[in-house]
């Protein structure tokens, strides 16, 4: 709802209360504004969805375009391919897409067919043979065939190439009845097939002008069996240059995943906060797995006996998992306006397919293909639906989000056009690489929010270090200007009446008054460190100005172990004058002072102690927090200015026999 509506509807709220009489037209009012406001999101929102199926429609026929352009010809008609016009052009190669002969349940021979033996059907191919119908019946998945065509036109003794793609689940191929690649073990029965995934390179060298190539293909594990990959043939450099294509495609592309986990992995560990950079890994995470069980299925190269069955149900559990997470990182970073509901429901139905992938033997987990695409199709438009609300919004990066969303859709749309034979492109699938565009995307805006959440850090720290620097401004004034006046008055009126009768004794005074103020103004930071040498030359002065004053009723004992530690200026001296002021003063009689300093193992001990009148214990803590100042200036001035520098608190005592200890432990191993 528009803030303009919300303002309407606390309006409608205030009318209600101060007139009754209108509530029923206002309320009707509001909610026609909440009607209409629904439906026009829902009318957008279908016409955003229809736009970007549109766009990512678009996006998959410039795929197609660009692949197209590939240099190969389709010379197969009816089984047969007369290649000699691309003999006297092998730039180009050969695509062996076209109308195959096809032996259901036999596995012939060129004897074989010598002898006589009939196709059962001339098939489009590739295509998975449970697309072919015998008798006006569809074949089954599970069984074994033979595939064969003839090729003319070739020049003897001039070497050719073959790329050989996955099939469904096993083959051999045969030139002229010689075995010339094969993968997994083919087999009549269940118990001698094995199936695998590894797309081949064979060179052959003719020595007629013309072959035949006959497949045999098995296949008891997937729910589709056949020849679902095109076939291609070229010169060995050609065919090798493809090869290495692919597969220096898909090692590129894993490395930059596994960077992208490595760099997620750590925004995440050093900023848990951020859920988005551990779904990006997670992201990157599939995208690798998804990346090996394609392609040039490098699994197979790094993990040589991993199973058949582990490849498949991890291109399955990618396929359920991957928008999910995506998802979930759309929610992370627009979470204020994405709803979790929805995206729960997802959750919950993906993982109960993986734990179906799991237990699920193969031929049963491939034959809800299309229960998996459905539930792919619905989590995309739920992110169309998502990404909508957020461009409404015009939230920053959103449209660089959909972008890479839509890019990715459409390399997905144009790999199931492949594995569907309705395109067909040499250098196999899309999907890593529009994996990989729609995670740069998506690096970059974690980036850019990233570098924002530095720049927002950045200007509080120097917020604060302004604050701090004021602040010990004032701290400074503060301290500065605890030199009351009527102390400074009261020393110069001391110092006048002793220059009457003892000039001498005047002169001393101003020298020990000129020290003191010099004890108080020399200094620029309140956070300069002095000796405590320094520090006790100041107190004297000032003790020296009080004695003049009061006489022989104020005496201060000086007992220090080492002189020569730093401590923080003006730390001291308001002690002796709260001692004197609050302690010995209010004292009839006379009044003893010790400022002392003890060196202990793990601690120095500085304090003022006096035999004044002590304090009240519930006072204590109200002085060290500032609640009270009647004690005197700087007790919880003092407090907070040790808690900076050393992390500890002053502590006051009441001795028993009269009087007060005040102190501070400074540990040893900060020492200055």
Not at 121 to 134: F, T
Not at 543 to 552: E, I, M, P, S
Not at 553 to 559: L, N, S
């Amino acid at each position: 709802m528009s803030r303009k509506i919300r303002d309407k509807f606390h309006n409608i709220k205030k009318n209600k209360i101060n007139n009754n009489g209108k509530d029923n037209n206002i309320i009707k009012k509001y909610n026609d504004i909440i009607k209409n406001e629904s439906i026009g999101n829902i009318i957008g929102k279908i016409i955003f969805i229809i736009l970007s199926i549109i766009f990512t429609i678009l996006i998959t026929i410039v795929i197609i375009f660009f692949t197209s352009k590939i240099n190969y010809k389709n010379l197969l008609v009816d089984g047969k391919a007369n290649v000699s016009e691309w003999q006297n052009n092998e730039s180009k190669l050969v695509s062996l897409k076209g109308n195959w002969e096809f032996y259901w349940n036999n596995f012939v021979t060129e004897a074989d067919i010598q002898n006589g033996a009939q196709p059962d059907l001339l098939v489009k191919a590739p295509d998975v043979w449970n697309n072919y119908e015998i008798d006006g019946k569809k074949l089954p998945g599970f069984g074994y065939a033979s595939y064969k065509i003839s090729i003319t036109g070739i020049e003897v003794g001039r070497e050719i190439s073959f790329y050989i793609p996955t099939m469904s689940t096993a083959y051999e191929m045969y030139i002229d009845d010689n075995l010339v690649s094969s993968c997994g073990e083919v087999s009549k029965t269940e118990a001698g097939s094995k199936p695998e995934y590894r797309p081949k390179q064979v060179n052959y060298t003719p020595t007629a002008d013309h072959f035949d190539i006959i497949v045999h293909v098995s296949n008891y594990s997937y729910a589709r069996g056949g020849m679902w990959y095109c076939l291609y043939m070229g010169t060995a450099s050609n065919i090798s240059n493809i090869r290495e294509l692919i597969v220096c495609r898909d090692m590129f592309i894993l490395g930059s995943f596994f960077v992208m986990i490595f760099l997620f992995l750590s925004i995440y560990l050093s900023r848990k906060k951020e859920r988005a950079s551990l779904f990006l890994a997670l992201i990157s995470f599939t995208a690798v797995c998804r990346t090996l069980v394609y392609g040039g299925f490098l699994i197979n190269y790094l993990f040589p006996h991993i199973s058949f069955d582990v490849i498949v149900k991890m291109d399955y559990m990618t396929l359920y998992w991957f928008p999910i997470i995506m998802q979930l990182v759309l929610y992370e970073i627009f979470q204020d306006h994405i709803k979790f509901s929805m995206i729960k429901v997802f959750i919950y139905i993906d993982v109960a397919l993986s734990i179906f992938t799991i237990v699920a033997p193969i031929s049963v987990l491939t034959n809800i293909t299309k229960l998996a695409e459905l539930m792919m199709v619905v989590i995309s438009l739920s992110i169309y639906s998502q990404l909508y609300d957020v461009l409404k919004l015009r939230k920053k990066y959103a449209i660089v989000m959909y972008i890479g969303f839509t890019v990715d859709l459409a390399a997905g749309v144009y790999d199931v056009l492949l594995q569907a034979s309705m395109v067909e492109f040499v250098v196999s699938e899309f999907t890593p690489l529009g994996l990989f565009f729609m995670i740069m995307l998506q690096a970059y805006v974690l980036a850019r929010n990233f570098t924002a959440s530095i720049e927002y850090n950045e200007k509080s720290f120097i917020e604060i270090k302004n604050h701090i620097e004021n602040e010990r401004k004032s701290e400074l004034k503060f301290l500065k200007s605890q030199i009351k006046p009527h102390f400074v008055n009261n020393a110069l009126n001391t110092i006048i009446s002793v220059s009457r009768t003892d000039i001498y004794k005047a002169q001393e005074l101003l020298v020990e008054f000129s020290t003191y103020l010099r004890g108080c103004f020399d200094f620029k930071d309140i956070q300069d460190l002095i000796p405590l040498e320094r520090e006790i030359e100041f107190i004297k002065a000032y003790v020296v100005l009080q004695q003049a004053r009061f006489g022989d009723k104020i005496q201060v004992t000086y007992e220090m172990d080492d002189m020569s530690f730093m401590l923080p200026s003006l730390i001291l001296q308001p002690l002796v004058e709260n001692a004197i002021t609050h302690g010995i003063r209010e004292k009839k009689t006379m009044g003893n002072i010790l400022i002392y300093e003890i060196s202990h193992t793990n601690f120095v001990r500085i304090g003022v102690k006096d035999d004044g009148i002590g304090i009240d214990k519930e006072r204590i803590e109200k002085l060290i927090n500032g609640i009270e100042q009647s004690r005197g200036i700087g007790v919880y001035n003092i407090t907070s200015r040790l808690q900076k520098t050393y992390g500890i608190s002053l502590q006051i005592e009441n001795i028993k026999e009269g009087g007060v200890d005040v102190y501070m432990d400074i540990p040893q191993k900060i020492r200055k």
